[in-house]
């Protein structure tokens, strides 16, 4: 996490945290792939593997290449975007592991992105008494900025380096969904700072009460 985007390191990252990564359907895409409302800030994109849950939950494993215009932290909406495109057209996946890569910065951002799928209720149009009714999938895009760690040289990577620790050491069990989207979970890592505070203080208190 301390060092410049490599693709091998990432391969290697996405392997041991989730154990088994189908490769059979990697493939690259350039520009002419990505939509027009996305070429201002995707370059390229290419897709490294698929990850099946325990639950059969779908997760692609992605590395996304910004345009030289584009920016981490001003662009984060419309890169969030353009990967819930990608997971709508490919058969409503429910996640993607993604590597946002920029060619003018040293850091790099990785994200979880997760697709929320709401059932609600449509009306289908006809009239009368005994209107019928249809069911429709309505996507909602959980907010990238809740699942998301800026690496790379000159970040601190320590909260990051933390929160995968459990699932690189876990090489048995394949990590459910919920698991994956804990590592990047800002509420956690703000309960276990301030249960660290907490107890230091204590100590610090105990202490001048000698």
Known sequence: FPEAFDKARFRAFAINVLNHV?????????????????????????????YTTPGKEKVDILIVYLTAESKLERARTAIRNFVADHLKDREEKDAALVAFVSPTEKQWRLSYVKMEYATVEKDSGKAGPEQSRRVGVENRLTP??????????GESCHTAQTRFLDLLQDTAADPALAQIEEAFSVEAVTKEFFSKYAELFGDINAALDK
Request: glycine share 8%; net charge positive.
């Open 22 to 50: 189908d490769e059979g359907k990697a493939f690259v895409r350039n520009s002419t792939y990505v939509q027009e409302a996305f070429r201002a800030h995707v370059q390229r994109f290419e897709r490294l593997g698929t």
């Open 144 to 153: 990238a900025r809740r699942f998301s760690y800026l690496v790379g040289e």
